[in-house]
């Protein structure tokens, strides 16, 4: 699946078309195997196994004597499989690499114009790596620090409208995080075909009217069609942080997938980019409605 976010799209954990956070065709077929609820064959609950692994179905299996007679046996991660561990570390690293070209764009005084050239180099990168086969940890890096460029000019931008917001819409993105993690851990949200299709499609949606919004701003004047604006931007900024915590908890049931089934342990460097891009995108939102109330 290629799972999408609300700046752009990017690579799940699988190259299938046919599920959500998958990794691969046999795990979106419906029915249940050892561990995997949409596994559809012995082999679907592993789906990095080898069908000329006899202990392919248990994705934890070692092989050894213990488990050919049986007995059970603690289980033990592979080596060179995703970990937990690993998408904190990455996630540390690339969230980063954006604070720090941030501070140093704000302490340079960049003008905006330099801010929204950034803005552009990274979103090509993100799309270059979106398409990659396989995730470029110097790529995603040099993503990172365009998107941080740009990020600390508009927060230098909007704090000389209202002083202050930046920080506020850090703490506000912090508790988004922490909300939805909570959330998805106690089930309370639970990502399914259907709510990734819900998601998908109403980020689809925001994203073509914002262009239009946009459009209408470069050749009418003004703020275009008023979606960033008023209590008018405020609702549509609203929606927007909620299509942001929405893909956060896809970025969550990706990364748990991953240690689930044991996806290589490079695929750490993609939920470190995914966590990135739905932050990103939580806190400019964030950004824009605080201005927004600040100036009414």
Do not use: C, H
């Amino acid at each position: 699946m290629r799972s999408s976010n609300p700046v752009f799209s990017r690579r799940g954990f699988s190259r299938d078309n046919s599920g959500y956070a998958g990794f691969g065709a046999g795990a979106q077929a419906g029915a249940a195997s050892q561990g995997n609820p949409y596994a559809s064959d012995q082999y679907a609950g592993n789906p990095y196994a080898q069908p000329s692994n006899p202990y392919a179905a248990n994705p934890y299996a070692q092989g050894g004597p213990d488990l050919q007679q049986g007995y059970p046996q603690a289980p033990a991660r592979a080596a060179g499989r995703m970990t937990i561990d690993d998408v904190v570390t990455k996630t540390g690293i690339t969230l980063g690499t954006v604070i720090v070209a941030a501070g140093a764009a704000w302490a340079l005084s960049l003008p905006v114009g330099v801010g929204f050239g950034a803005a552009i180099v990274a979103m090509v990168l993100g799309l270059i790596q979106s398409f990659k086969a396989k995730p470029s940890p110097a790529l995603i890096l040099a993503y990172a620090a365009f998107e941080g460029l740009f990020l600390g000019v508009i927060s230098k931008y909007y704090n000389a409208i209202a002083y202050g917001a930046p920080m506020q819409a850090v703490l506000g993105t912090m508790a988004v995080f922490a909300g939805v993690l909570i959330a998805y851990r106690t089930r309370i949200i639970r990502v399914d075909r259907r709510f990734t299709r819900f998601v998908i499609g109403a980020s689809i949606g925001f994203l073509l009217l914002m262009v239009a919004n946009s459009l209408f701003a470069v050749f009418g004047g003004g703020d275009g069609l008023g979606f960033r604006s008023g209590g008018l931007g405020i609702a549509v900024g609203v929606v927007g942080v909620l299509l942001g915590a929405a893909y956060l908890a896809l970025d969550f049931k990706q990364i748990e997938d991953g240690v689930a089934y044991g996806a290589p342990r490079e695929e750490s460097w993609l939920a470190a980019f995914g966590l990135t891009l739905s932050l990103v995108w939580i806190y400019t939102e964030i950004l824009r409605i605080i201005a927004i109330l600040n100036n009414d």
